[in-house]
């Protein structure tokens, strides 16, 4: 008997069709990443620039909210919010601080 003849079987086939998902109806793994993807869960990082003071003062909100017992992530969720809530308040037009704030610093340069 030759055994350099036999192939062993291949149990991680790389065939993208799987029989049990097919049969159950439920998505695959592959499909169930897709679909949080599509639903807001993908992260991405961005590079933006910041003065030292607010950052600084960033750093140290963060570390007092976990200090005082706020359940947050990291610095990266506590700045999604935020940016969140600006989002939100820009959105409501000439009742916006954020942009209110855009406006006086746009006048106090005009006068410089």
């Known amino acids: 008997m030759d055994n350099k003849l036999k192939k062993p079987p291949e149990f991680y ?8 998902n097919a049969a159950t109806g439920s998505p695959s793994p592959k499909e169930l990443s897709a679909s ?8 991405r990082k961005a590079g933006y620039y910041l003065s030292a003071i607010l950052l600084e003062r960033f750093n140290r909100k963060f570390h007092e909210l976990k ?7 990291n610095k ?7 940016l969140s ?5 820009i959105d409501k037009g000439f009742e916006s601080l954020v942009l209110k704030q855009i406006e006086d ?7 410089a």
């Open 36 to 43: 949080k993807k599509t639903m807001g869960d993908e992260k």
């Open 85 to 89: 809530f600006a989002l939100d308040d």
């Open 67 to 73: 200090l005082n017992g706020f359940s947050i992530e």
């Open 13 to 20: 086939d790389h065939n993208p069709f799987d029989p049990i």
């Open 76 to 82: 990266s969720a506590l700045l999604e919010k935020a």
């Open 105 to 111: 610093k746009d006048k106090y340069k005009e006068k």
